[in-house]
């Protein structure tokens, strides 16, 4: 059974640029979660995606934004690069968000680095 | 609202030497409560988990962790490091959902011969 596949692993942008990050989930799974890692602030969860419609959002600026197609698969995006959204990028997915354990399934991540 | 504290950002071991990490967690709930591994260059793998029932719960390569409600922790013990064991920990809460996780800041664990 194939896991969560993040793309690109890794890339390089300069600031002011836009970036898009790509998730697919385990098949079968339906929720899709994105956090962002940084040595300074360590894993922050930035957005939940369920049935298409985003489910919950942590705190981060609006130019942060997400999507989630019929297939589960889902889209993260960050407008107007800063330094500081320099980070390792990681999405995860559960199986159904009734009647679920908490357990979440990772990728391995995609890591923008921001010159 | 939950928040997880891990005490030490970085155990250091000898091979053949026991394993501690230390967690405490926050939560106005009964938590669900997770030991995520991180490799260098990788995401995040689970280790164990504590949803309901046994408070010791055995995870994968030797790690167990125990559930103490009346002291809010969740330490997470192996009684023989490796030297493949070394890595970043991460303690974490999920959320009342399930659907979203709480991590505290990591421990890195060094192994050394």
């Known amino acids: 059974k194939a896991g969560v596949t993040q793309t690109p692993r890794y890339l390089i942008k300069t600031r002011g640029q836009q970036v898009t990050l790509s998730c697919s989930p385990i098949s079968g799974h339906r929720s899709v979660s994105w956090y962002q890692q940084t040595p300074g602030q360590g894993l922050q969860f930035l957005f939940e995606y369920f049935s298409e419609t985003q489910r919950n959002k942590g705190n981060f600026p609006g130019r942060f934004s997400g999507r989630q197609f019929s297939n589960s698969r889902s889209e993260m995006n960050v407008s107007t690069l800063e330094l500081g959204d320099s980070a390792l990028y990681l999405c995860?997915?559960?199986?159904?968000?009734?009647?679920?354990?908490?357990?979440?399934?990772f990728g391995e991540g995609s890591r923008l680095t921001v010159l | 609202a939950q928040s997880v504290t891990q005490l030490g950002s970085h155990v250091s071991v000898s091979e053949g030497a026991l394993v501690l990490l230390r967690c405490n967690y926050s939560s106005s709930v009964p938590p669900y409560l997770f030991w995520y591994v991180q490799y260098p260059n990788q995401g995040l793998q689970l280790l164990l988990k504590?949803?309901?029932?046994?408070?010791l719960v055995k995870g994968i390569n030797g790690f167990e962790a125990e559930f103490k409600k009346s002291e809010t922790s969740f330490h997470l013990t192996n009684p023989s490091a490796h030297m493949s064991d070394a890595a970043e920990y991460f303690c974490?809460?999920?959320?009342?959902?399930?659907?979203?996780?709480?991590f505290g800041k990591g421990t890195t664990l060094s192994v050394s011969s």
């Open positions: 995860a997915s559960i199986k159904d968000r009734v009647e679920n354990t908490g357990e979440l399934f």
């Open positions: 974490a809460v999920s959320n009342q959902a399930g659907t979203a996780l709480i």
């Open positions: 504590y949803t309901t029932g046994a408070t």
